[in-house]
């Protein structure tokens, strides 16, 4: 009897230890608490490679001319972000919404590319992540909240002719919800938006906790719920997307591993703009797709995006003389 007790007590102790060592890792979800991409992160996975690619941290790494962006949050962070201004101005300007365990240093060649193509970009990290303040994340009011001001800094430098929102997987949710309330946006790209957030912190759960899911899966939501400031379940991307009229651009991986193609199509079906449209970039993960894209990737989201926006309407003196008839 004595030994049974023992034996008991025994394993309890046991797995009160194999908790705490787990509980960390269990208990801390990425996807609230971001890992910091920074230059220190990025230097030192790419002396782990063996690809050849280029360790960029800086757009002036690509011989881009550009400046710093700090903006104050409604909460008292800093976000650190880059402006690269177009070589003609007025120009389109693209502002970048990274997704979570990201950073705007993932971003520099987009900015080159869509440089090259003619538009104004500008990029910052999310709050979080990056260089940027914070330690806990979501992509709720807050975030939308930081896009409104970063997007007032952008405008505040002259040479903006319509401005666009380009979001990548959980940027993504961000720069729709941030369309809707923002009408100075007047373009959108959607990359690897996932349907509902409930459904995609479901799949991230299986994932991270496996059979321990039911235990922390209810925490995790209640948590993101605080953060977003709203219930998860009002996080649906198909229904936000029919209150949206202006022009959008979808894209998806055809072996995206974090966001089903049948999500993102159903955000397409359900977008209210007449004006939409959706490229599956074919053997891309969740996060190659626009290496896999390469030149055309860029050229289909320039090409929608110069022949979708509003054109500058230019005053003419018929027209005044038009409207001093009335």
Not at 224 to 239: A, F, G, I, M, W
Not at 296 to 320: E, G
Request: aromatic share 12%; hydrophobic share 40%.
């Amino acid at each position: 009897m004595i030994g049974r007790i023992f034996y008991f007590i025994s394993s309890i102790i046991f797995l009160l230890g194999v908790f705490i060592i787990l509980s960390p890792t269990l208990l801390i979800p990425d996807v609230i608490y971001p890992v910091r991409i920074d230059s220190t992160y990025i230097a030192f996975h790419a002396g782990q490679q063996t690809e050849s690619d280029s360790v960029l941290l800086l757009p002036s790494d690509l011989n881009l001319k550009y400046s710093e962006i700090q903006v104050n949050t409604i909460d008292d962070l800093k976000l650190n972000g880059w402006f690269v201004s177009a070589p003609d101005t007025p120009a389109n300007t693209i502002i970048f919404i990274h997704d979570f365990n990201e950073s705007k240093l993932l971003y520099i060649d987009h900015l080159r590319q869509f440089h090259d193509r003619g538009f104004n970009t500008a990029v910052y990290d999310l709050r979080a992540h990056g260089s940027s303040g914070g330690n806990e994340f979501s992509p709720g009011i807050p975030s939308v909240d930081d896009v409104k001001r970063f997007t007032d800094s952008v405008l505040e430098k002259k040479g903006t002719r319509n401005l666009v929102f380009m979001g990548i997987g959980i940027g993504a949710a961000i720069a729709l919800q941030a369309s809707v309330y923002d009408n100075r946006c007047k373009g959108l790209v959607l990359q690897s938006p996932f349907s509902t957030y409930e459904k995609y912190l479901d799949k991230y759960a299986e994932k991270k906790w496996g059979f321990m899911k039911n235990i922390w899966f209810p925490v995790l939501m209640n948590k993101t719920s605080e953060l977003l400031q709203y219930p998860v379940k009002e996080l649906d991307l198909r229904e936000i997307a029919t209150y949206t009229s202006i022009p959008t651009f979808f894209i998806i991986g055809s072996d995206d591993e974090k966001v089903f193609t049948s999500e993102t199509l159903e955000v397409f079906e359900a977008s209210g703009t007449e004006k939409k449209e959706l490229i599956l970039v074919k053997g891309a993960s969740h996060d190659k797709i626009a290496k896999e894209g390469g030149e055309t990737y860029y050229n289909k989201i320039s090409a929608f995006l110069m022949n979708t926006l509003p054109k500058q309407t230019k005053t003419t003196r018929f027209k005044k003389l038009v409207l001093n008839d009335h």
